[in-house]
């Protein structure tokens, strides 16, 4: 006879991968979960992700502190410059989202988030499958630890090893 158990994860717990734009508390892994990684975010004041697509990865933000600019949609047209001023064929436009605001992100949706505040926000972020945002986040540290300026190269790599088609920069103050 088999024991199953599950996982509980308390308040403050959790590996830590943090750089100098965010730091990402790992949750729940791949190693826990057949369907999905679960991660704490702590975005800081001028961190912009950059809008991306993955083609495989579903995900999903809850804003639990802070504020948000968010994008989900498909734009009438990808400029390469200021996603927050996108909008779609039906009208849709980038979103300030608060606590308690859930932003779902199917495979194919161009999506975006950033803090345009003074003040930090936290949010729960899920990807499934997983371990693709882990791995990507793991290796996306060992590259910026590396010293100097970040090799441009190698992000651009890992970001197509991991199914993320960059369609603005990211930038961070």
């Avoid at 994860?9 to 369907?35: C, I, L, N, W």
């Avoid at 996108?86 to 992100?105: D, L, Q």
Wanted: proline residues 10%.
């Amino acid at each position: 006879m088999t024991t199953t158990e599950g996982l509980l994860v308390p308040p403050g717990h959790g590996r830590v991968v943090a750089t100098a734009a965010q730091r990402v508390t790992f949750k729940v892994t791949g190693t826990h979960s057949r369907t999905a990684s679960t991660f704490e975010v702590e975005v800081p004041p001028g961190f912009d992700v950059g809008a991306h697509v993955h083609t495989r990865s579903e995900e999903l933000f809850y804003v639990l502190e802070g504020e948000l600019d968010v994008l989900a949609f498909e734009p009438r047209v990808r400029t390469p410059d200021n996603w927050q001023k996108w909008e779609s064929s039906s009208g849709t436009r980038v979103v300030r989202a608060t606590p308690g605001t859930v932003i779902v992100v199917p495979p194919g949706c161009p999506h975006a988030f950033a803090n345009p505040t003074d003040t930090p926000a936290r949010m729960f972020f899920q990807a499934s499958p997983p371990p693709d945002h882990e791995r990507y986040f793991e290796e996306l540290l060992e590259i910026l630890d590396a010293g100097g300026p970040p090799d441009q190269e190698a992000i651009e790599e890992l970001r197509k090893r991991y199914d993320i088609d960059q369609l603005t920069p990211l930038k961070h103050r």
